[in-house]
């Protein structure tokens, strides 16, 4: 069964900086697209960012576009992401997810998901 674990989450104020870590189960992570969603109160979950199997496709939200980074550790079977110059519309409950090569930025089209973790920015 495939397990994916955030962490990183925490508190932090407008235009600092938080990384997001996601490790997952197994290795069908090597082959898999791996996602960040997010979803703040009162809302819908919303596609952040996803990075290709080899890492070299990337796709970012254009609420987050120039701010955040997703890399991923094929070796460590993680996914990160770097979130910089936050801002308090980024205060959310962040989710790694997981699907195979076929998909969108649909969060429907990920089977796989970790549990979340929150992130509030505040001053």
């Known amino acids: 069964q495939v397990q994916l674990v955030e962490s990183g989450g925490g508190l932090v104020q407008p235009g600092g900086s938080l990384r997001l870590s996601c490790a997952a189960s197994e290795r069908f992570f090597s082959s898999s697209t791996m996602g960040w969603f997010r979803q703040a109160p009162g809302k819908e979950r919303e596609f952040v960012a996803d990075i290709g199997p080899t890492g070299a496709e990337t796709n970012y939200a254009d609420s987050v576009k120039g701010r955040f980074t997703i890399s991923r550790d094929n070796a460590k079977i993680t996914v990160d992401l770097q979130m910089n110059n936050v801002k308090p519309e980024d205060t959310a409950v962040y989710f790694c997810?997981?699907?195979?090569?076929?998909?969108?930025?649909?969060?429907?089209?990920?089977?796989?998901w970790g549990q979340g973790t929150r992130v509030t920015v505040s001053s």
């Open positions: 997810a997981g699907r195979g090569l076929l998909g969108s930025r649909s969060a429907g089209t990920f089977p796989y």
